[in-house]
């Protein structure tokens, strides 16, 4: 008796390459974009803007701190890029590589607002966001 039967295609590591996600090539942009209030459209000052890591769920990232699942530490290292918003409301990002990203505008005593970017290879090298709108 040879032993069980193995299962087809074998699943232990490296066997079968997986496919890699298309990512398009180009320089890094920087994307300008506000932090406002949904409600009165006032700039919110000192909010932060972060995008995550390709392939991060900042959402369920963001939800497993909350529950202390996670530590601080441990969402910072999930960040791509975060930028704080000045006295009008406005943040920078810089250095993005075109791809796409799941990112959130938040702020103390706000509802945290979530986004989704995608950046491909023909954008410019600035890209104007739309207002990311926050909620009490």
Known sequence: YPGPRQPYPPTYGGAYPQPRPSVPSGPPVAVHGRLIDAASGAAIVGGMVMLAQP???????MALLAAGRITQA???????????????GQYTLTGVPRGRYSGAGVATGFTPAMITLTIGPSDPAVIEALPIQIGR
């Open 74 to 88: 441990q969402l910072d290292a999930q960040i791509l890029a975060r930028a704080q918003t000045d006295a009008t």
């Open 55 to 61: 392939g991060v769920d900042l959402r369920a990232s």
